[in-house]
């Protein structure tokens, strides 16, 4: 018999088995088959049928169909049709709802825990205390949400009918990180749960139904990889949500291209946890072992990538490896394990297959010695150290328990091979120098920065990506703009304005009967006919517009590459001009120059951005009756709506010069010690498509609003009207806005956006004419998941800038970057 005084000698934990039978009874000791919840019913459907085990032994839990395109018709049918009444009960019947939901995963906890740690083999430690309250605590912030809705987000109304895929990591929690806002916000739902883990979404819908959510409010149907397509084709979908693999990320992209359909991605990550040699290396262990073995690894923000200065490499690793004796891995119910089972043996023949090339590549593989159950996908926490950079295992996302660990000597370097990767989702930093941290946090491209801690998670803080992490965010007010749009012809209340009524009123009539460009010169007059110094010759010094306009690109008037120009009629078909017609190159060698000036200007303070801004305006200004006689002449409106434009642009850039020291980010109330600042962060690069209602507003007035949050851009003149944004060119020249950090194109739209769109260096597309080629544009977008926004709605309305407008301009002008830093007790 054990002694009590041998137990406290060893200290070794006995097994503590959560009871399995609740969860047993639920799934009927794995004889039930599950239907899809369609419409508030359970739907067999005609799908084929499989099977889900538990990974951590094998036991059949239940069987579930794979929903076909007829089952996904079906939901988006329901989801239609409940649209309407759940719009017309109003916020606070909604927020009612979402709270009921709350109460009802808090009541029913247990249940959900064991059912999830069973479906996914988690450790049921981690379902009970992290998945489970998290998503109570989703439903209950978005109840709120709900509440405030109608008067926290005016002028915006919900989506309509929205499609969710989620992923097997965290199963309850992804639904909930997207059914909590969507419902809040006044959207239905179709949610596809992963082909691996369908348990808790269908206990979810049990939930639902018994509080009494209206029937086709949220739509469960189960299914793999065609399911999901299915949904994401679907045209009674108005926008997908999705979380899961960059690879499929893309596909998805590519499939909700041109559709008009609105898109948010989380997806993989590949992210740094930087220890400097003044962190507290003891818990920084502790911060590693819940940043990369927290789910078996299998966590989209997996702190993966170690990077440890040099210094005290040895230190750390040995601390490391003596911490990583003592990680227990056993089956998912057990309370005293620390990590559970892969999810399903193809995941762990992922894992093996990234362990196998980093040893193939020179890596050295570590793995404590203690015990891992044979039955079951196991592994152990996995250390590798000595990685060539190109290694896959140091370049992928693994999503499993290996921590690959790199070196760095200087904080410079350690940003540098932090921000080495693809993707962009989440970094921690650990020093208990405070400046440090806050010097490094802003320079890491990662949506979520965690200084002296990691995975942490919370509603009222957006989450979400940077480059080929994705775009869009999840929690927060960030994550309610994912499911709004403004409010459908907003472009017609707002054209009421005085100023702007007159400009289209005069504008109209005319621009029907517009004479264009024969095709023989659209096509352009090529350089043997007409050489740029031959066309340079037509200059008329007794009519300023009669001249032949260059590229601005670099802060210099190039002239196209191609050498070709097209020529320009004027609103009677006379001759009025030439304009550049820009190619490929002139397109990279805009997008380089706009490179350059990227971090420099980015690094510029709000106030500085003002006042050049401001000094922009009062050009502008100045020279506003010579830009009205062109826009007059070329477009064939009245001398009046000419000026009002001219006079609509100046204000423009008054008031992005007003925002750039104004639009500040929050600090959100996470319930942690800590505070989390949100920080607005210029996105980067954005190429603006111009379109032809407003050639010298729109122009301006977009470039201004990039400029403002600290972007570069690359504009593409309106391609009916391209003359007046090329005299921009003039102002831009003689204000102080450095060098490449506005570039002008002109040409054929079709032969420059895109380009732009498949751009690796652009970082954010927008499309401001909503055509064929905006489609084809998102796209080429897929590469590398740049961020698009084709303005369908309308919403933009050049001549007369509502706030809305404004707002969504510097919105879309910023990425959210949430900073959690350890405050007060
Ligand atoms: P996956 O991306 O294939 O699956 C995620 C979800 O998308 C599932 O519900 C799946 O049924 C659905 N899906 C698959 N193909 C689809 C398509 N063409 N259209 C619409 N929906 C589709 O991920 P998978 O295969 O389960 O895991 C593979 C790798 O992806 C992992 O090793 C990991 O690296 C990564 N991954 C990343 C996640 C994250 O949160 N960042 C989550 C899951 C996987
Ligand atoms: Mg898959």
């Given at each position: 018999m054990t002694q009590v005084r041998d137990a406290f000698q060893t200290l070794d934990y006995g097994p503590a088995p959560e009871s399995h039978e609740l969860a047993a009874e639920w799934l009927h000791s794995g004889e039930r088959v599950f239907a899809h919840y369609i419409g508030g019913r359970w739907t067999d459907g005609d799908g084929t049928v499989h099977q889900t085990r538990c990974p951590g032994d094998g036991q059949l839990l239940g069987s579930f169909r794979y929903g076909t395109d007829e089952d996904v018709d079906q939901a988006v049918a329901a989801a239609a049709e409940a649209l309407p009444e759940w719009q017309a009960l109003g916020g606070h019947a909604r927020s009612r709802h979402l709270y009921r939901l709350a109460r009802q995963i808090q009541k029913r906890s247990r249940l959900f825990a064991v059912v999830e740690s069973l479906d996914n083999g988690k450790a049921i430690r981690e379902a009970r205390d992290l998945d489970i309250p998290l998503a109570a605590r989703h439903f209950y912030h978005h109840a709120g949400w709900a509440q405030l809705a109608a008067t926290e987000f005016p002028g915006y109304e919900p989506v309509g009918v929205v499609g969710q895929i989620i992923p097997w990591n965290f199963p309850l929690l992804m639904l909930a990180w997207k059914v909590a806002p969507a419902l809040a916000a006044g959207n239905t739902v179709v949610l596809k749960p992963a082909e691996c883990t369908p348990l808790s979404a269908l206990l979810f819908a049990e939930v639902a139904r018994e509080t009494g959510l209206p029937p086709g409010v949220l739509n469960i149907v189960t299914g793999d990889g065609a399911t999901g397509a299915a949904l994401t084709r679907h045209?009674?979908?108005a926008k997908i949500a999705f979380t899961g693999s960059t690879d499929v990320g893309r596909e998805i992209r590519r499939a909700t291209a041109g559709t008009g359909r609105h898109l948010s991605l989380e997806l993989g990550g590949k992210s740094p946890f930087v220890v400097f040699e003044s962190a507290d290396l003891d818990a920084a262990v502790e911060g590693i072992v819940d940043g990369v073995w927290l789910n078996q690894g299998q966590v989209?923000?997996?702190?993966?990538r170690l990077l440890v200065q040099e210094s005290v490499e040895q230190e750390m690793l040995d601390r490391l490896r003596a911490r990583m004796e003592r990680i227990r891995v056993g089956h998912p119910l057990d309370k005293s394990i620390d990590m559970g089972a892969i999810v399903d043996a193809t995941q762990k023949e992922r894992i093996e297959g990234f362990l196998a090339a980093g040893t193939e590549d020179g890596a050295t593989i570590w793995q404590p010695d203690a015990a891992v159950p044979e039955d079951g996908f196991f592994l152990p926490p996995t250390l590798c150290t000595g990685a060539p950079a190109s290694s896959t295992i140091v370049t992928d996302e693994i999503f499993g328990p290996v921590l690959v660990s790199l070196t760095f000597r200087t904080p410079a370097e350690a940003v540098a091979l932090a921000n080495d990767t693809r993707y962009g989702l989440a970094a921690s930093i650990w020093t208990e120098d405070l400046s440090l941290a806050l010097d490094v946090a802003p320079a890491i491209k990662a949506g979520t920065v965690w200084v002296n801690c990691t995975n942490l998670f919370d509603a009222a803080s957006g989450f979400g990506g940077y480059r080929e992490s994705g775009f869009g965010r999840e929690g927060g007010r960030e994550g309610m703009w994912e499911y709004l749009k403004p409010v459908a012809g907003s472009r017609r209340e707002a054209a009421a304005a005085p100023t702007a009524e007159a400009a289209d009123v005069a504008r109209e009539p005319s621009t029907g009967s517009l004479p264009r460009p024969a095709p023989e010169q659209l096509a352009g007059s090529a350089p043997e006919e007409l050489p740029p110094s031959a066309t340079g010759g037509r200059d008329a010094p007794s009519d300023p517009i009669d001249r032949t306009r260059k590229l601005w690109i670099g802060g210099r008037q190039k002239r196209p590459d191609g050498g070709y120009s097209i020529p320009q009629l004027d609103a009677r078909g006379t001759p009025c001009g030439e304009v550049p017609r820009g190619n490929r190159k002139d397109v990279r060698n805009a997008v380089e120059a706009a490179a350059k000036a990227r971090g420099p200007w980015g690094a510029t303070t709000g106030h500085l951005r003002a006042q050049i801004l401001y000094f922009l305006a009062e050009n502008l200004a100045v020279r506003a009756d010579e830009f009205a006689a062109t826009l007059s002449r070329v477009t064939g409106v009245s001398e009046a709506a000419a000026s009002a434009e001219a006079h609509a642009a100046v204000q423009a850039v008054f008031t992005f010069a007003a925002w750039a020291d104004k639009y500040d980010g929050q600090v959100h109330s996470t319930p942690f010690r800590n505070v989390t600042f949100a920080m607005n962060e210029p996105v980067g690069t954005v190429a603006i498509r111009s379109g032809d209602a407003a050639p010298v507003a729109g122009t301006i007035a977009s470039v201004a609003a990039a400029l403002s949050q600290g972007n570069v851009a690359v504009v593409v003149a309106s391609e009916r009207f391209p003359l007046p944004a090329l005299d921009l060119v003039q102002v831009l020249e003689t204000s102080d806005i450095p060098p490449g950090t506005v570039n002008v194109l002109s040409g054929i739209h079709d032969e420059v956006f895109p380009t732009l769109a498949a751009h690796d260096d652009v970082d954010q597309l927008w499309d401001f004419v909503a055509d064929d080629l905006s489609g084809r544009a998102e796209g080429l977008s897929a590469g590398n998941l740049k961020r698009v926004w084709v303005d369908r709605e309308g919403a933009i309305n050049w001549l007369a800038l509502s706030d809305l407008a404004t707002g969504m301009l510097l919105r879309k002008g910023t990425r959210v970057k949430n900073i959690w830093v350890p405050y007060g007790v």
């Amino acid at each position: 018999m054990t002694q009590v005084r041998d137990a406290f000698q060893t200290l070794d934990y006995g097994p503590a088995p959560e009871s399995h039978e609740l969860a047993a009874e639920w799934l009927h000791s794995g004889e039930r088959v599950f239907a899809h919840y369609i419409g508030g019913r359970w739907t067999d459907g005609d799908g084929t049928v499989h099977q889900t085990r538990c990974p951590g032994d094998g036991q059949l839990l239940g069987s579930f169909r794979y929903g076909t395109d007829e089952d996904v018709d079906q939901a988006v049918a329901a989801a239609a049709e409940a649209l309407p009444e759940w719009q017309a009960l109003g916020g606070h019947a909604r927020s009612r709802h979402l709270y009921r939901l709350a109460r009802q995963i808090q009541k029913r906890s247990r249940l959900f825990a064991v059912v999830e740690s069973l479906d996914n083999g988690k450790a049921i430690r981690e379902a009970r205390d992290l998945d489970i309250p998290l998503a109570a605590r989703h439903f209950y912030h978005h109840a709120g949400w709900a509440q405030l809705a109608a008067t926290e987000f005016p002028g915006y109304e919900p989506v309509g009918v929205v499609g969710q895929i989620i992923p097997w990591n965290f199963p309850l929690l992804m639904l909930a990180w997207k059914v909590a806002p969507a419902l809040a916000a006044g959207n239905t739902v179709v949610l596809k749960p992963a082909e691996c883990t369908p348990l808790s979404a269908l206990l979810f819908a049990e939930v639902a139904r018994e509080t009494g959510l209206p029937p086709g409010v949220l739509n469960i149907v189960t299914g793999d990889g065609a399911t999901g397509a299915a949904l994401t084709r679907h045209d009674g979908v108005a926008k997908i949500a999705f979380t899961g693999s960059t690879d499929v990320g893309r596909e998805i992209r590519r499939a909700t291209a041109g559709t008009g359909r609105h898109l948010s991605l989380e997806l993989g990550g590949k992210s740094p946890f930087v220890v400097f040699e003044s962190a507290d290396l003891d818990a920084a262990v502790e911060g590693i072992v819940d940043g990369v073995w927290l789910n078996q690894g299998q966590v989209c923000c997996a702190g993966s990538r170690l990077l440890v200065q040099e210094s005290v490499e040895q230190e750390m690793l040995d601390r490391l490896r003596a911490r990583m004796e003592r990680i227990r891995v056993g089956h998912p119910l057990d309370k005293s394990i620390d990590m559970g089972a892969i999810v399903d043996a193809t995941q762990k023949e992922r894992i093996e297959g990234f362990l196998a090339a980093g040893t193939e590549d020179g890596a050295t593989i570590w793995q404590p010695d203690a015990a891992v159950p044979e039955d079951g996908f196991f592994l152990p926490p996995t250390l590798c150290t000595g990685a060539p950079a190109s290694s896959t295992i140091v370049t992928d996302e693994i999503f499993g328990p290996v921590l690959v660990s790199l070196t760095f000597r200087t904080p410079a370097e350690a940003v540098a091979l932090a921000n080495d990767t693809r993707y962009g989702l989440a970094a921690s930093i650990w020093t208990e120098d405070l400046s440090l941290a806050l010097d490094v946090a802003p320079a890491i491209k990662a949506g979520t920065v965690w200084v002296n801690c990691t995975n942490l998670f919370d509603a009222a803080s957006g989450f979400g990506g940077y480059r080929e992490s994705g775009f869009g965010r999840e929690g927060g007010r960030e994550g309610m703009w994912e499911y709004l749009k403004p409010v459908a012809g907003s472009r017609r209340e707002a054209a009421a304005a005085p100023t702007a009524e007159a400009a289209d009123v005069a504008r109209e009539p005319s621009t029907g009967s517009l004479p264009r460009p024969a095709p023989e010169q659209l096509a352009g007059s090529a350089p043997e006919e007409l050489p740029p110094s031959a066309t340079g010759g037509r200059d008329a010094p007794s009519d300023p517009i009669d001249r032949t306009r260059k590229l601005w690109i670099g802060g210099r008037q190039k002239r196209p590459d191609g050498g070709y120009s097209i020529p320009q009629l004027d609103a009677r078909g006379t001759p009025c001009g030439e304009v550049p017609r820009g190619n490929r190159k002139d397109v990279r060698n805009a997008v380089e120059a706009a490179a350059k000036a990227r971090g420099p200007w980015g690094a510029t303070t709000g106030h500085l951005r003002a006042q050049i801004l401001y000094f922009l305006a009062e050009n502008l200004a100045v020279r506003a009756d010579e830009f009205a006689a062109t826009l007059s002449r070329v477009t064939g409106v009245s001398e009046a709506a000419a000026s009002a434009e001219a006079h609509a642009a100046v204000q423009a850039v008054f008031t992005f010069a007003a925002w750039a020291d104004k639009y500040d980010g929050q600090v959100h109330s996470t319930p942690f010690r800590n505070v989390t600042f949100a920080m607005n962060e210029p996105v980067g690069t954005v190429a603006i498509r111009s379109g032809d209602a407003a050639p010298v507003a729109g122009t301006i007035a977009s470039v201004a609003a990039a400029l403002s949050q600290g972007n570069v851009a690359v504009v593409v003149a309106s391609e009916r009207f391209p003359l007046p944004a090329l005299d921009l060119v003039q102002v831009l020249e003689t204000s102080d806005i450095p060098p490449g950090t506005v570039n002008v194109l002109s040409g054929i739209h079709d032969e420059v956006f895109p380009t732009l769109a498949a751009h690796d260096d652009v970082d954010q597309l927008w499309d401001f004419v909503a055509d064929d080629l905006s489609g084809r544009a998102e796209g080429l977008s897929a590469g590398n998941l740049k961020r698009v926004w084709v303005d369908r709605e309308g919403a933009i309305n050049w001549l007369a800038l509502s706030d809305l407008a404004t707002g969504m301009l510097l919105r879309k002008g910023t990425r959210v970057k949430n900073i959690w830093v350890p405050y007060g007790v």
